[in-house]
């Protein structure tokens, strides 16, 4: 999952080279921008996805039709939490940043089918 940047883009299609722009897990809930479509060694190009399902790693359970969020800084998804944090159990993180919808069941440890929505 990837994060965000900040102002890294001219408003012009000249000023705009490669490594304007560049990919990195995520962090935090909150800066959750879309999912790399393959893993690159640093400084290569790669796809990021924003809209689309896609098959994602729950790490918790995934109920079909509910929206669901990314967990920490895992690289995985569970069904929309209260947005209450447990203290000390994920400490700086904000929680319930929903960036999809679930088509299918999954269980921790498996697999849904997610229709993000970044």
Request: overall charge negative; some cysteine; proline content about 3%.
């Amino acid at each position: 999952m990837v994060s965000g940047a900040t102002a890294v883009v001219g408003s012009g299609a000249s000023s705009y080279v490669a490594g304007d722009i560049e990919v990195a897990l995520s962090d935090d809930q909150q800066r959750f921008n879309g999912i790399a479509l393959a893993t690159v060694s640093s400084g290569n190009f790669v796809a990021v996805a924003t809209r689309g399902s896609y098959l994602l790693k729950c790490g918790g359970s995934c109920l079909p039709g509910q929206i669901v969020e990314t967990i920490g800084d895992e690289v995985a998804v569970q069904s929309l939490s209260s947005g209450a944090v447990p203290g000390g159990l994920h400490t700086g993180i904000m929680a319930a940043k929903p960036i999809g919808r679930s088509q299918t069941a999954g269980a921790s440890g498996g697999f849904a089918l997610v229709d993000l929505s970044a």
